[in-house]
Structure formats: C-alpha cells, structure tokens
C-alpha cells in the first residue's frame, strides 16, 4: 500500500540518496522468535559449512569440487567431466526448484539460508553492534569527527572483517583443493605456494570489499534472485507481509483520540530494523529479503499495546484481502510436476551409473589393414579413454561381447590394465576380426571391459568397425 509519506518508494533504491549518493543503512538489531530461529538455523549451516571439509569416507573427501584437477566428490562419490550430463541435469533441477520454492514461499531462501545474509547478518554485523554499537550509536559514530575512539574502533572492526574473510575463503578453498592440501600451502614454504596464497589473498579483499562495503547492495542489485522473483511471485505466495487490512488507518494512539484506527501505530521499528532499509507496510518490494527482523519488532509492539500479534506474517496478498488460509494452485502443481520428473531421471541416471567408463572411438584417418599371412583377418586400431569412477583399484581386461568371433590386441602395453582410483587413463589397441566373420563394409562391435579379479563385467559398448568391401 502506498502512503502520502512514500509516495515514490517504488521509483528510488533504498540504498541511495535522492541525489544518487548511498544511503548507508544501520538496521537496529533485531531481537524475539524469528530472529533465534534464524539464529539457531544459520549456526548449523555455518557448522556445515566448516566441518564438512574435515569430513572423510575411507580417507576420501566427503565433498570436494576440484575444478583444477576435473575432480568432484559429492557426498562420498566420485564425478568427472564424463558426468556432466548428470551435473546439467543437478543445475536444471535446482533451478526448477528455486521457481518452485519461490512460487509457493517467496524469497525465503534469501532470509534463512542464503550465504550472502548469513555470513552478513549472523556475522559480521554481530561483530559491528559489539564493536560499535546498536544502530543509533553506529551512525553517530560514522557521522563524527576521527576521533581517538572512533579511529581504534574502525580499526578493530576492519581488522576482524578482514581476519573473518581469510577464515572463509580459506574454508571455501579446502573444498576446491581438499583439506589435506590447504595444510600443505599454510605449513609449507611460500615460494613452492605463492600462487595458492596469491589466489587466496584476492579473494580474500573481494570477500571483504562485499561484507565491509557492498554489503546489501548485493541483494538490491548484483543478486538475479531478487529480479526473478518480480516474474515468479503471485497473490498466492506466501511472503512477509503486512496487513494492511487490520493495520490501516495507521496512526498514534491518543488518550481521548475518537478517529477510527488501525493496529499499526506508525513507531516504524520495522523499518529501523530493516537491514534493506524498506518500509514493508509499502508491500511486497525488490528490496525485502523475507528476513522477519519486521515481524520480531512488531510483534514485540503489538504485545506492549495489548494487540494480537502477526500484524505483519508470512501470509499471501490473498491471504490478507481475503483471510482465506494457503491454497495450492495449478502453477505449484506444474513445477512440482517438472520437479519430480527431473529428479527421477537424475536419480535414474545414478543408479545405473558405471564404475568404469569407457570412450572408444576409431582413429581418426585410420583406415582398416589386412593381416596374418595370407592377408585372412582384418584389423582396425582405436583410441579409448577409461576412467576409474571408484576409489578402489580396478584390474581391467577388454574383449569382444559374446557371440562375436575375433579379438583385442593391445598396443605397448600388456592385455590387463591396472587402473588406479580416480584414474584417468588412454590407450590404444586393435580389434582384429576374420574376413570369414565380416558381414559387411562397416559393422558394429560390442566391446566389454570387465574386472579379472571378480570377473565382473564394467562396462559395454559399441564401435564402428571397417572392412574390405565384398
């Protein structure tokens, strides 16, 4: 609902001046049930966040996204390049379930789990109210003279800002790199590690320029979740919101005032704990990231004045026009359909993955020989890739399937392969076939490769294989 105080707040940024220059926000800190919740919440996602890295399955990782070295580990299991498809397949699905979740509850993601809040929020301005105080102080601090106080303060802070910012990007390193590695930089000697410590020191400074400086502007501006949300939100999703219903005529309650008014009483301590700076009885707006630092404050209002709580909720614009309680709509169903049918498929794609993978393919330029002494049999020579999807070694021998005459030579190296843990290995061999089994100019061959020691078969494919024509 837009009031004759604001009647432009839809025109402006939050975070700006009228004349374009910021606007530095000071939230008052928020305190009451939403905000231990989220508390409570956002300190299991940072001991996720730390103790994962340390995390091991028989000496393995329990999740490293090596990007350098192409090699993945979720949850216990090995990837490769091999399995982008099942990587394209992870990123499609999370995009429909973001469209999902924020159809049916609006940007909460944003206020409870999103990195950017947590570490912001949870962390470094709880650093800043130690340090400098709760909102009204900080200003005035940022609005004085540099003072001895004020010089040591910002000092602190700073310095702690930047000691917090080493601390998670080397936490976000040991999951590229693993932890065993980041030891290995921190304990061994600079000149054998400059490079890792130079990556390290500048993502260090970004990460603080964004948590000492940028700070909500990357919700406001740089994040694309906020701008999707205008395409994605309808009158049915739930989203912290204002009862403009009960709330309104806003005003002050006045001993003796006989004016019919509304619940909300104008104090504005949901805008003085807004750490987007919005006023949300404006409605649903860009800026708001479903923090509830409103419903906390309001809440504690309503209870000083002896009104019921929930003046501003989770609720839907039709919820509050309305009072009719969540209902599910045919654009929930639709996404939870797509939802569901990509998570099959990908968990399909799971269960029936190999532990060996195998790419054969002819070389190229190559065409077929004649061979043996009189010239009977007819050889064709491929390039193929294996790759060890387990940690355990695998001892691996190729062959035509059954029911196929012929056999395969390999070239400088001996008839077993011995493929250690999350190698990735090329060869070269022939597939030699007699003419008297050659049906036609260009066939197909099944090829198997499996384990000399359990005897089980790995893997099978197909290849192309030429010949003499008839």
């Not at 794609?349 to 993978?357: E, F, G, N, T, Y």
């Amino acid at each position: 609902m837009i009031t004759q105080e604001q009647p432009t707040f839809r025109e402006q940024l939050g975070v700006l001046e009228k004349t374009g220059k910021r606007h530095w926000i000071f939230p008052k800190k928020p305190q009451g049930f939403y905000t231990n919740l989220r508390k409570i919440f956002a300190f299991l996602l940072l001991a996720i966040l730390f103790g994962m890295p340390f995390i091991k399955i028989n000496g393995h990782p329990f999740f490293l996204l090596n990007f350098i070295e192409r090699k993945f580990i979720i949850f216990g299991q090995a990837f490769f390049p091999q399995d982008f498809f099942l990587l394209a397949l992870l990123l499609v699905s999370f995009v429909v379930f973001i469209a999902l979740f924020t159809v049916v509850f609006g940007r909460l993601f944003c206020g409870w789990a999103c990195p950017q809040t947590i570490f912001l929020e949870m962390v470094f301005r709880q650093v800043e109210y130690w340090i400098e105080g709760d909102a009204s102080a900080q200003k005035r601090l940022a609005e004085s003279s540099w003072t001895r106080e004020k010089i040591l303060k910002k000092t602190l802070k700073h310095a702690i800002f930047l000691m917090l910012s080493f601390v998670f990007i080397s936490t976000f390193a040991s999951y590229i790199v693993g932890i065993d590695r980041l030891k290995e930089i921190f304990t061994g000697s600079f000149s054998e590690n400059w490079v890792a410590w130079l990556v390290i020191g500048v993502f260090t400074g970004a990460f603080y320029a964004v948590f000492a400086f940028i700070r909500e502007i990357v919700c406001i501006v740089i994040c694309p979740y906020g701008r999707m949300q205008g395409v994605l939100l309808d009158s049915n999703s739930i989203v912290v919101a204002y009862d403009f219903v009960r709330g309104e005529p806003r005003g002050k309650m006045k001993k003796g005032d006989a004016t019919p008014k509304g619940d909300c009483i104008d104090c504005k301590l949901c805008v003085q704990v807004c750490p987007t700076g919005i006023d949300i009885r404006n409605g649903t707006q860009l800026e708001c990231v479903n923090c509830t630092a409103c419903i906390d404050a309001c809440d504690e209002v309503m209870e000083k004045i002896d009104k019921p709580k929930g003046l501003i909720r989770y609720d839907s614009m039709n919820g509050i026009k309305t009072g009719k309680k969540f209902r599910v709509t045919g654009r929930m169903i639709g996404y939870s359909v797509v939802l569901t049918i990509l998570l099959g498929i990908m968990a399909t794609a799971l269960a029936v993955r190999k532990d060996v993978q195998i790419n054969i393919m002819r070389t190229p330029g190559m065409l077929y020989q004649e061979v043996g002494t009189n010239k009977d049999t007819v050889s064709n020579l491929y390039n193929a890739t294996l790759v060890n999807k387990t940690f355990n070694t695998q001892k691996i021998r190729l062959e035509l399937a059954e029911g196929q005459i012929g056999k395969i030579q390999w070239v400088a190296t001996s008839q077993e392969l011995v493929l250690q843990p999350q190698e990735v290995r090329k060869i070269t061999f022939f597939v030699q076939i007699p003419k008297s089994s050659i049906t036609a100019s260009t066939m197909k061959v099944k090829i198997k490769a499996f384990n000399t020691e359990t005897q089980k078969t790995l893997y099978n494919t197909e290849t192309s294989f030429l010949a003499p024509a008839e």
